[in-house]
């Protein structure tokens, strides 16, 4: 493993992912024949050495104060201070089969803000402020050019959420993956205040639902994607779409939006009862898990117009509305529900900070459905 905690470590070793004292001079054991080395078993220690001098400029980049210590630790440390009575929060994802388009067009720079964005901004539903993130990065080969892209693409997801990089750890795989691929994981903490947690409990008959617009398909529905766009339609990736003004490989590979920062100024200004981070299950179902009983959230899709690659992906392969309304964010990635009286205040936030805003919906009674609460969603787009 290249053990990157702290901004690059030196620690550096192979696929035992027991510790980071995989490394050293120690490079044989794999076979009784003198001549067997780790190299020779696909693993380099000295690309993952070289890796780390690459990527280190940029995971420094992605820090602040509350961060300790240097290069070469074993963890990262974060001195939490500031808070009358802190709840922490954490919250762990991937990019998914996104990375097949990231690796098939040769471009590893974006999928690192993608694996950010779908931490945290799940972290800020509950109001926590994004503190640090680590990531994990498997590859079948260390190629450090590449590990250093990735790595800059989530350093600058981390700048654009004013979190940490605190650290991580990038594991070669020879022989369990092909050697163009990676995986990539991450996990995130947060913190709020006790008393300034945000919940379902909050929300209101009345509330506002306030919509924020997605930046094409984020990180969610990319296998149906694929299948439609590249497997049925045989687009090429590097073709230019007139509808997009750029390739399909571009418009795949458009960043997920990271909506933190603006989440945490909506909380400041507004009275803001609860967010809803669209991702799979669609607007609905994300939703409806910050709905409480009793209560129905009634949304209009006469209230926008779906990006073209959703209705590209739609038409060219017969996908039903129900099936798109459940696999993609359709072009919402993130959901407000606010206090009516602080409606245009919400919106002006959000506008001043250049995020598309729109009112969705709002918060109805409803006794009829028993447990649980619910989100229907009616009218029909303007154009999709």
């Not at 590990?147 to 989530?154: C, D, L, Q, R």
């Not at 209009?300 to 459940?326: K, N, Y």
Request: aromatic share 4%.
């Amino acid at each position: 493993m290249t053990d990157h905690v702290a901004t690059g470590g030196s620690n550096t070793g192979g696929s035992n992912t027991g510790g980071s004292n995989a490394g050293g001079s120690n490079t044989g054991g794999l076979s009784q024949n003198a001549g067997a080395s780790y190299a020779a078993a696909g693993v380099d220690i000295d690309a993952g050495e070289r890796a780390v001098e690459l990527f280190a400029p940029h995971a420094k980049r992605a820090s602040r104060p509350e961060v300790l210590g240097g290069l070469g630790g074993f963890s990262g440390l974060f001195k939490l201070k500031g808070y009358r009575e802190p709840v922490l929060s954490a919250a762990s994802d991937g990019v998914g089969t996104k990375l097949a388009v990231a690796q098939a067009m040769g471009v590893h720079d974006t999928v690192g803000r993608d694996l950010v964005a779908m931490c945290v901004d799940d972290l800020v539903v509950c109001g926590a402020e994004p503190l640090f993130l680590q990531d994990y990065i498997a590859v079948g080969k260390v190629v450090p050019e590449t590990v250093a892209e990735i790595v800059k693409g989530i350093a600058d997801g981390c700048v654009d959420a004013g979190c940490a990089l605190l650290g991580g750890e990038t594991a070669e795989h020879p022989g369990l993956m092909h050697e163009t691929h990676y995986d990539l994981s991450a996990t995130a903490v947060g913190v709020v205040e006790a008393d300034a947690i945000l919940s379902p409990h909050l929300v209101r008959p009345g509330d506002v639902v306030i919509a924020m617009g997605s930046s094409g398909l984020h990180s969610n529905g990319y296998s149906l994607a694929r299948k439609v766009l590249l497997d049925w339609g045989h687009m090429d990736l590097h073709g230019h779409v007139e509808e997009f003004g750029r390739t399909l490989g571009e418009e795949l590979l458009e960043p997920t939006r990271i909506y933190a920062r603006d989440c945490l100024a909506l909380t400041a200004e507004t009275d803001v009862r609860t967010f809803a981070h669209v991702t799979g299950g669609g607007l609905a179902e994300n939703l409806a898990r910050v709905i409480p009983g009793g209560l129905v959230a009634e949304l209009d899709r006469r209230s926008w117009s779906p990006a073209p690659i959703f209705t590209m992906i739609a038409q060219r392969g017969r996908v039903e509305q129900a099936e798109m309304e459940r696999t993609f964010n359709m072009g919402v990635g993130m959901v407000a529900v606010v206090a009516p009286e602080d409606t245009d205040r919400a919106q002006a936030v959000l506008t001043a900070r250049h995020v598309a805003n729109w009112v969705l919906g709002s918060i109805k009674t409803d006794q009829s459905r028993g447990h649980g609460g619910h989100v229907e969603l009616v009218g029909e787009h303007p154009r999709f």
